[in-house]
């Protein structure tokens, strides 16, 4: 299955995500390629992603035949204020430039010449959307223009900065990153905006921001039902509403479990239900 964004470039619809993974970065991304994902997700940010690690897993899968082509690479540019001492460019210079560096870094350590969606962790304020924000959404706009990455998207978005992003940018993003609040009925408000601009919603931390409804007695009867765990329910319901799930699991059978949650499907009633469980 693939998720599909306006200008018609798709995701596989579960992503692997790289985050605190350390040195097992690069045996992680091996394991879940071998495990079936073929989506994986990080970031030129070495406070949290070893961006590098996954670049060597990668030149190990292309000895081993799998090639760059048949996977979807997403990485991101974080602002210096989310990055420690190695800032990947030039934190003095303007934010264009720095834009450039940390692209052509994440180029290197991918060992590739284009990613398929390239992000921007966070807006630089909490409130609207200030000069900063577009001049790197105006610096990522030109990577897509020139075919470096096949999307541009934005993490960590609030409903308001969305709509104004939409609403004034020459090129909307064709992905949104948000973690999932159940209480927040899932990220429902950003969700709708994106369902209605083609912008594919991946949401993170599905289980470990919403620990409360893995124990949930109406979770575990669905299970129970279906023969799955609460974690898969809480997947599968992701992607029935149409999200586009990021697990960072480290265990092989988690991820089994992870791809197989495709091979049920929940009633009507048990998504309505799971909509507002925690509202
Ligand atoms: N844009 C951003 O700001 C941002 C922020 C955070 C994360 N992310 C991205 O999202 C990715 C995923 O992060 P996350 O917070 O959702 O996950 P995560 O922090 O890796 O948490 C998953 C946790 O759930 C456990 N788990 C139990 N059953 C599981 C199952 N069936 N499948 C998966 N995990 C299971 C895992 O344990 P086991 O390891 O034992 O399975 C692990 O402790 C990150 O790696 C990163 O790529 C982005």
């Avoid at 540019?77 to 420690?84: C, E, I, K, N, P």
């Avoid at 279906?226 to 092989?252: E, H, K």
Wanted: hydrophobic residues 40%; contains cysteine.
């Amino acid at each position: 299955m693939t998720l599909t964004a306006y200008n018609h470039v798709s995701i596989p619809s579960f992503m692997y995500g790289t985050a605190w993974k350390k040195a097992a970065t690069a045996q992680l991304v091996q394991l879940a390629v071998a495990t079936g994902f073929r989506a994986i997700d990080t970031a030129n940010q070495l406070i949290h992603y070893e961006e590098g690690l996954v670049g060597d897993a990668l030149r190990v899968m292309e000895q081993r035949g799998i090639k760059r082509s048949t996977l979807f690479l997403q990485t991101k540019f974080t602002s210096a204020d989310g990055q420690d001492h190695r800032t990947p460019y030039d934190p003095t210079a303007d934010l264009t430039t720095q834009v450039r560096q940390s692209f052509d870094s994440s180029l290197t350590h991918l060992r590739t010449d284009y990613v398929d969606s390239y992000v921007l962790h966070a807006p630089f304020q909490r409130r609207g959307l200030g000069g900063a924000d577009w001049e790197v959404w105006a610096a990522m706009e030109d990577l897509y223009g020139a075919g470096k990455s096949k999307m541009i998207g934005v993490s960590n978005i609030t409903a308001a900065q969305l709509t104004l992003l939409c609403d004034q940018a020459k090129v909307k993003p064709m992905v949104v990153q948000n973690r999932c609040f159940a209480a927040l009925g899932w990220d429902k408000e950003i969700r709708d905006i994106c369902q209605a601009h083609g912008i594919i919603y991946q949401g993170f931390s599905l289980l470990t921001a919403n620990r409360e409804v893995l124990s949930d007695p109406e979770i575990r009867i669905i299970a129970a039902r279906l023969g799955a765990t609460p974690a898969q329910i809480i997947f599968r319901f992701a992607m029935q509403v149409g999200m586009l799930p990021l697990t960072g699991t480290t265990s092989q059978k988690h991820m089994e479990e992870d791809l197989q949650v495709e091979q049920f499907t929940l009633s009507a009633q048990e998504l309505e239900r799971i909509e507002t469980i925690a509202v």
